[in-house]
């Protein structure tokens, strides 16, 4: 008899038959399990279709915490296709025997890109000049240019200095930018290989004119860029969020984004509801994360097969990026 695989997408997604969508997972699963893609509109609804679930694979959508994990009859298994478990209560699935996988090298060279991407828009204030450009106002944007220091010689902070912020410091230095980095969980010796200076929290904040948050979201994490933080900063800095959003604490940011502290915010996520706030510079990754989103099923696919056939091995408890 075959296994029940949960697939949990949001409607955005169901643009072709499931044998289409899912092929690449269907290519390792096929003999031990079927996949059933299920609604998850409410919560409700989504405990009652996993309610018999042998495994779940999830991106986004309704989060998987200690409700809908008691209600869980037989899972073995949640996996999550991206970097970061935070949808999952990790602890609790633990404590039910539940084996919970990421997919740790999925999407680092585009949320690299992407994140430089709105960094080089801040530096060039890209949204005034399409503005200006846009009503014919185009030689307006000289004065406005003369104000921004050149981006060469900039010092770029990086928060945490995993996959993610190790590519965005190997694209940033070719611009001339000096990269600092503070993360407590690598050595220094990991930092200087990259070229990166090594500094404390504090000091990245004070030198920074560019931040980039790069953490994973837990406990320790959530709202880490608060009032104290962004005061610190200086007037003219720029905040690069690509990574998750609860880790700033917006209304603070919003305080601080008033003309008294000329503070810039480039957000990709909000906690609130994860829209793409800068939406123009978004469309332009949508192809390459397209590619991207096949190597993730193809991955997600083989750990299910795995953990399925018991080959545990090619299973771990995730902890972030």
Known sequence: MKKKVVVQLPAVAREAPVEERYSLELEALRDVAELVEVESTSKEAFI??????????????????????DNLQQCAIVGVGSVGVDMVDVDAATEAGIVVTNTP???????????????????????IMDKMVSSGDWYKGRPVLNEIPRLWGQTLGLISFGNV???????????????IACDPYVTELKMTAEGVEPVSFEELLDRSDYVSVHPGLND????MLSDAQFAAMKDSAVVINCGRGPVIDEP?????????????????????????????????????????????????????????????????RASGP
Do not use: Y
């Open 48 to 69: 009652k279709a996993v309610r018999d679930a042998d495994a779940i694979l999830t991106s986004w959508g309704v989060r998987i915490d200690q409700e809908v994990i």
């Open 105 to 127: 090298d999925i999407f680092i060279e585009e949320v690299a890109d992407h994140t430089l991407m709105l960094l080089l828009a801040c530096a060039r204030r890209v949204k």
């Open 165 to 179: 912020a190790t590519a965005v410091a190997r694209r940033a230095k070719p611009f001339g930018m000096h990269v």
């Open 220 to 223: 320790s994490s959530r709202g």
């Open 252 to 316: 603070a940011s919003f305080v601080h984004c008033r003309p008294a502290k000329s503070l810039r915010p480039a957000w990709m996520c909000w906690s609130v509801n994860r829209r793409l706030r800068i939406t123009r510079c978004c469309r332009w990754t949508m192809s390459s994360l397209r590619h991207m989103r096949r190597l993730r099923q193809r991955a997600c696919g083989r750990k299910r097969a795995g953990a399925r056939r018991a080959k545990w091995r090619w299973c771990c």
